[in-house]
């Protein structure tokens, strides 16, 4: 079964520091991969998306991924963190089955310390 | 301004209590859809409508239902709510005509059943 994997529940990184959050998935074939960002309150924004081509792709915030299909991965970077960031991160995994269904990860929680 | 808007934002009922959770759209979106997010398991999948008419269900159905008699609304229906229904609830949108995956997502619906 498809599933798509985020080892880290919460990371904590000081303001200015860089990040990166890291997604695994499971699938067969070349999935469409997503990154949306939920701040408390609110629903989820996408960040950014992959389906073919170059696999470093730029998102907004400043937010990049980069994909590697040897590593089943599509982890999220950032060079500079603010306190803005502060918000929980969403790896998704896309796929058509007889209709497009996305999978979602469970989530990291990112803390950001001044 | 393009937006999902759910209604109420925060619940408290008591087990056995029906009761709808609003969703409308106006991006003219085909496809909608309800997540329940809970800690640790990410967002998982309610039901689902292709368009009109047209509903499905998701990962996890078992005590909803779903209509969709209007394009631009999909209410989510508790017939018998229980205390594992207890859960924060998205609805989100997509457009299937240019369908690039992406999710528009609500601000989410805050439910505790007692």
């Known amino acids: 079964a498809q599933s798509v994997t985020q080892p880290d529940i919460h990371i904590t990184v000081s303001e200015g520091a860089s990040l990166e959050l890291r997604c695994n998935y499971s699938y067969g074939a070349t999935p469409y991969l997503f990154w949306y960002v939920q701040s408390p309150g609110q629903g989820l924004q996408l960040l950014l998306k992959?389906?073919?081509?170059?696999?470093l792709v730029q998102g907004i915030k400043g937010f990049e991924a980069e994909f590697k299909r040897s590593q089943s991965s599509f982890n999220l970077r950032k060079p500079s963190v603010h306190w803005s960031d502060a918000a929980e991160y969403f790896c998704?995994?896309?796929?058509?089955?007889?209709?497009?269904?996305?999978?979602f990860g469970a989530g990291t929680r990112l803390f950001v310390k001044a | 301004e393009a937006q999902v808007t759910q209604n109420p934002r925060y619940l408290i009922t008591v087990t056995g209590k029906k009761l709808t959770v609003t969703c409308s759209q106006n991006m003219n979106h085909e496809y909608m859809s309800w997540y329940r997010q809970d800690p640790g398991l990410g967002l998982r999948q309610i039901y689902y409508?292709?368009?009109?008419?047209?509903?499905d269900k998701g990962d996890v159905p078992e005590g909803y239902k779903v209509s969709r008699k209007e394009k631009r609304n999909f209410p989510l229906i508790l017939e018998s709510p229980s205390p594992n229904q207890t859960s924060l609830y998205f609805c989100?949108?997509?457009?299937?005509?240019?369908?690039?995956?992406?999710?528009?997502f609500g601000e989410g619906s805050r439910l505790t059943v007692l």
């Open positions: 409508s292709m368009n009109v008419e047209v509903t």
């Open positions: 992959y389906f073919s081509g170059d696999t």
């Open positions: 998704a995994v896309g796929r058509y089955t007889g209709g497009f269904k996305t999978i």
């Open positions: 989100a949108s997509r457009a299937l005509a240019v369908d690039t995956g992406e999710l528009f």
